[in-house]
C-alpha cells in the first residue's frame, strides 16, 4: 500500500507563496512520477506539475513560470513551490503517484488515469 503524506496547505493573499509537501515511503519515492493536482468547487481535477524519479517535470500551462516542483531524496519529500498565487489557484491540492510496483515511472505526466495512488488532500485558498 502506498501512502503520500500532505501538508502545507492554508489560506494567503494574492501575489503571496505557498509550499506543499509530500512524503513518501523510500520504494514509491524511487519508482513513481509524483505530482499535484487540484480540484477547485464545481471543476474537474486538473494536473498541476509532476515529476519523474530522474527528475524530469512537466507542469500545467497555467501555472507555468510560477509553480515549481522539486525532489529532496534525504526526505522521500516532493515539493511544490507556489509563487505569485492568484485567487484562481483556489482550490484542494492533491498529491498524487503512479504505482512503484507496476513499473519504474520515466514519463511524467499530469494525466490522472495514469496516478495509481493518491493523498488526502490539503486546502489551498488564495483571497483577492
Known amino acids: 500500500q502506498v501512502q503520500l503524506v500532505e501538508s502545507g496547505g492554508g489560506s494567503v493573499q494574492a501575489g503571496g507563496s505557498l509550499r506543499l509537501s509530500c512524503t513518501a515511503s523510500?520504494?514509491?519515492?524511487?519508482?513513481?512520477?509524483m505530482g499535484w493536482f487540484r480540484q477547485a468547487p464545481g471543476k474537474e481535477r486538473e494536473g498541476v506539475a509532476s515529476?519523474?524519479?530522474?527528475?524530469?517535470?512537466v507542469y500545467a500551462d497555467s501555472v507555468k513560470g510560477r509553480f515549481t516542483i522539486s525532489r529532496d531524496g534525504a526526505k522521500n519529500t516532493v515539493y511544490l513551490q507556489m509563487n505569485s498565487l492568484k485567487p484562481e489557484d483556489t482550490a484542494m491540492y492533491y498529491c498524487?503517484?503512479?504505482?512503484?510496483?507496476?513499473?519504474?515511472?520515466?514519463?511524467?505526466?499530469?494525466?490522472?488515469?495514469?496516478?495509481?495512488?493518491w493523498g488526502q488532500g490539503t486546502q489551498v485558498t488564495v483571497s483577492s
Open positions: 498524487a503517484a503512479t504505482d512503484p510496483w507496476r513499473a519504474r515511472c520515466y514519463v511524467v505526466t499530469l494525466n490522472s488515469d495514469r496516478i495509481g495512488y
Open positions: 523510500t520504494f514509491t519515492y524511487s519508482n513513481s512520477c
Open positions: 515529476i519523474s524519479p530522474g527528475g524530469g517535470t
